[in-house]
């Protein structure tokens, strides 16, 4: 049986993270504090940093100096503070510099900083607007606030026939945007359809690089392969690969660590294949693959 591992592990923006914080420590002998949204994932890479995992800190030794704090109700004036990969609501961040806290380093990635400024020029310009994504995926929520503050309409398209649901008039200004991680397969059917139905609408392409890479050579190792195993963090990232490889491979299936891998799945399988989510580095696609091969050696 060969297994072929996917090449993608944390997304540059992850990577970029690390790196500018491991950068920052390493050249700051005062105390700073981590935090950003949405971090509450054991996967997440600030959990990663506060447990210290070894992989990492070979990799950022620096990152040993580095305290996480997930309440930024705890910080106090004075302390010093470096945003993560997610950052933080504007709200959010003027709050923690009117109690007097600095922000050193906002490091959020640079994709969804352009969604986000690319949502406020949309409604602000008087557009509705359509995202492909899932509602309840931070981003999408992002779209949707800001339409209703700018007195706005937002779709969300989950999946393609959500499509048929867009109710407009001749009067009304479309733009279609992306989440930063939504489903490439689903945009491009989006922007398809919509030209069928003679909707005119101005096209944003906010769905991230990164995306377009880890979908697409999931796509090309799911037609490929006996058996998919999705090594899902949770998020937005993980939830598209799984959609596009699941409609190719009805041998996908999707775990959160090793030890849930059943030696059942592959049965008579010649190539398995294994892909990660955005915050699943190359090495725990590795510890995968080598316990996939131990079980099944049995």
Aim: glycine letters at 6%.
């Amino acid at each position: 049986m060969e297994i072929i591992k996917a090449r993608v592990g944390s997304c540059y923006g992850i990577i970029r993270a690390y790196h500018l914080i491991n950068k920052r420590a390493a050249s700051d002998d005062k105390q700073f504090y981590a935090t950003h949204q949405n971090s509450s994932s054991e996967l997440d890479p600030l959990q990663r940093i506060e447990r210290r995992e070894d992989r990492l800190m070979e990799i950022y030794p620096a990152l040993k100096k580095v305290s996480v704090v997930h309440d930024t109700a705890e910080l106090r004036r004075g302390d010093r503070l470096v945003l993560g990969f997610h950052g933080l609501p504007h709200h959010a961040k003027e709050q923690l510099e009117e109690k007097g806290v600095t922000i050193l380093d906002d490091l959020q990635c640079p994709f969804i900083a352009w969604l986000n400024h690319t949502l406020e020029r949309l409604v602000s310009e008087g557009f509705d607007i359509i995202i492909v994504g899932k509602t309840q995926n931070h981003h999408c929520q992002e779209a949707l606030k800001l339409a209703e503050r700018y007195d706005q309409r937002c779709f969300v398209i989950e999946k393609d026939e959500d499509v048929e649901t867009i109710i407009c008039d001749s009067t009304q200004r479309l733009a279609l945007v992306g989440q930063v991680t939504g489903n490439i397969m689903t945009f491009d059917y989006v922007v398809k359809r919509l030209h069928q139905k003679g909707i005119p609408v101005k096209i944003e392409k906010t769905v991230c690089s990164d995306s377009y890479l880890r979908q697409g050579e999931a796509i090309g190792l799911a037609k490929e392969s006996d058996v998919v195993v999705i090594v899902d963090d949770g998020g937005g990232a993980s939830q598209s690969v799984f959609e596009v490889c699941s409609t190719l491979s009805k041998q996908t299936h999707r775990i959160h660590r090793k030890e849930e891998v059943r030696q059942e799945w592959f049965g008579d399988a010649r190539k398995v294949a294994i892909v990660g989510g955005i915050l699943v580095p190359q090495w725990s696609i590795d510890e995968v693959a080598e316990y996939i091969e131990e079980i099944c050696a049995k």
